[in-house]
């Protein structure tokens, strides 16, 4: 029961936040035709902001586990080569492919993960969870980068697709927070609390925009994309990399990082991504609707059977 109000206290403040962009959609307050708009907002500026300031707040001269984070970093790679994989046999819409593609390997591990993480683990410390987040979390963002990109409307020119991934405000955001963090350079602090300000707006307008953009009408339409990410995203990738983490000794808290890594839901960031670099929108926010809802149960099921295996 306490594993589950984890899950729940996690997972229910995210549809909260939904909830709300849907009934300000219902009542007039916003419009769908301005979801985009202000979706480029959230993506250029809130995004970027949020991608800096997390690599350039990360400490990654303590907590660092050598093979946490080989394994984490491989295991990402992986689910990704086999998402690629799946995504170019049967989907064949090339909007809808780069989408599943995202929805199958990019996890929601700083918004759901973490707060996940930090309930199971009873206040042990989570240097280990946030570390690993300021790696794998780079990673899966240039990874969607690159795969919006390729399949967004009709195959790219390599110059121009090179040029895009380098502009791209996710990319642009880690590199500077790299770049600040590897030279030791620290902002003054009145400008560096006003980035993490802006960069905490980010996931809660995400949120809020996905719901005034989601139709419930819309998920019949994708009954078999749906399936297929949920069952892989929840079930598959996680069966698959708890299993092996197990197998290969990893205990407490380190397997509690990995847990939250390879067992949350689509990360929210994807529908923001999608709309604003000619993926499937649509497609986008119902995967990260019903992976999040179904992620309260799976991500139970996981905690509870290797809780019940003294794992943590």
């Not at 604003?276 to 809802?293: D, F, K, P, R």
């Amino acid at each position: 029961m306490n594993n589950l109000l984890v899950c729940l206290n996690a997972i229910v403040p995210v549809f909260f936040v939904i909830a709300a962009g849907y009934l300000a959609k219902r009542a007039g307050i916003i419009k769908v035709t301005e979801v985009s708009r202000m979706n480029a907002v959230a993506f250029r500026v809130f995004m970027l902001a949020m991608c800096f300031y997390n690599v350039y707040n990360s400490d990654l001269s303590s907590a660092v586990k050598p093979k946490l984070m080989l394994f984490a970093v491989v295991g990402v790679a992986l689910m990704y080569a086999c998402s690629w994989l799946y995504g170019t046999l049967f989907v064949k819409d090339r909007p809808s492919r780069g989408v599943v593609i995202q929805g199958l390997y990019r996890t929601n591990y700083l918004i759901l993960g973490l707060p996940i993480a930090s309930g199971l683990a009873g206040g042990v410390d989570l240097g280990a969870v946030a570390v690993l987040g300021a790696i794998v979390v780079p990673m899966f963002n240039i990874l969607a980068v690159v795969t919006l990109e390729v399949y967004a409307g009709e195959k790219p020119q390599i110059g121009k697709l090179l040029k895009d991934i380098a502009k791209n405000p996710l990319i642009v955001g880690s590199v500077l927070g790299l770049v600040f963090l590897l030279l030791g350079i620290r902002l003054p602090l009145m400008f560096e609390i006003g980035v993490r300000d802006l960069s905490r707006v980010a996931s809660p307008l995400m949120l809020f925009l996905l719901g005034a953009f989601f139709r419930f009408e819309d998920v019949g339409g994708y009954r078999k994309e749906l399936a297929a990410v949920c069952i892989g995203r929840l079930v598959i990738f996680p069966a698959i990399a708890l299993t092996l983490a197990y197998l290969m000794g990893f205990q407490g808290m380190e397997f509690v990082a990995l847990l939250a890594l390879f067992a949350s839901p689509t990360a929210v960031a994807s529908f923001t991504m999608a709309q604003q670099m000619g993926g499937n929108a649509e497609l986008a926010g119902n995967i990260v609707v019903m992976t999040s809802l179904l992620c309260s149960l799976s991500f139970f099921c996981w905690s509870l059977l290797f809780k019940t295996m003294g794992v943590f």
